[in-house]
């Protein structure tokens, strides 16, 4: 069932939204070599709650299993939903942080990739490929379309650059609930899925191997990780369908003026 949001509803979305963005930039000024992931989550918990926010993740159950953080912070070969720790962040690690929130009845979701310090280029060259594709993505998320416009052009955007695209985890349709229907696959074939109506609002999120696209869960029974451990990249925009361009919900302004002071 795909719920269509009113724009009244949207413009809630956006507040929600722009409160994960507010976290992700705040984190991001504590992202250095030595910082634990944990202290990362810390950060972003306090600032969530501190705006009258409820952070998502927090308790988000599969089956028996309950995610125990604020943060899913995930470090190089780990692709997403990484549980904070006492990981001390190193120079030339990546570090994918994903941030949901419930504000006002309504959910916001996105994710951002930092380097630490002074990163490979070949990593580098995979953040930048991975947010390309996210944007990429978003240009084809447009009345009219169809979910699997957004999957094509991700998957070929990636996979001509040499990459693989993760097939396990996939965007989502959000609104009340974190998770709501379509899927959003990274992969997949134009003109197929399901129809782009105004008023949907989806979360899009490429989650991008340097290797092969096969992944792993860890014993811990959360972290996704690549199956080869080689880098992962993960970004990702919570937008709403409207005619003829995407309006993006969420934002990587005030995260991207962080990275650049930094
Ligand atoms: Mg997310
Ligand atoms: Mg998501």
Same mark, same amino acid.
């Given at each position: 069932m795909i719920y269509l949001k009113t724009d009244e509803e949207i413009e809630l979305m956006r507040v929600a939204n722009l409160l994960v963005g507010a976290t992700l930039a705040e984190v991001a000024k504590a992202i250095a070599p030595g910082v634990s992931t944990l202290q990362l989550d810390r950060i972003g918990e306090s600032f969530i709650r501190d705006h009258g926010a409820v952070p998502l993740f927090k308790g988000f159950r599969i089956k028996r299993n309950v995610f125990p953080n604020a943060l899913c912070i995930s470090v190089n070969e780990n692709v997403v939903h990484g549980i904070p720790g006492d990981y001390r962040l190193k120079?030339?690690?990546? !570090?994918?942080v994903d941030c949901g929130v419930k504000l006002n009845g309504y959910c916001g979701d996105s994710a951002y990739t930092f380097e630490v310090g002074k990163v490979k280029p070949e990593v580098k060259a995979l953040l930048k490929t991975t947010k390309e594709s996210l944007y990429i993505g978003i240009q084809n998320a447009i009345e009219g379309k169809r979910i699997g416009d957004i999957s094509n052009a991700i998957q070929r955007y990636c996979e001509d650059k040499?990459?693989? !695209? !993760?097939r396990d985890l996939v965007g989502h349709g959000i609104g009340r609930e974190m998770h709501e229907d379509?899927? !959003?696959?990274n992969y997949g074939k134009k003109g197929y899925g399901a129809l782009l109506r105004k008023g949907m609002c989806i979360a899009i999120e490429p989650m991008i191997n340097m290797g092969k696209k096969n992944v792993k869960v860890e014993k811990d029974g959360w972290t996704v990780r690549t199956g080869d451990r080689?880098?992962?990249?993960?970004?990702?925009?919570t937008i709403a369908i409207r005619n003829g361009k995407a309006d993006i919900l969420s934002s990587f302004d005030l995260i991207e003026q962080v990275v650049q002071n930094n």
């Open positions: 120079e030339g690690d990546i !570090v994918s040499g990459y693989s !695209v !993760v379509p899927q !959003v696959p080689r880098p992962s990249a993960h970004f990702e925009h």
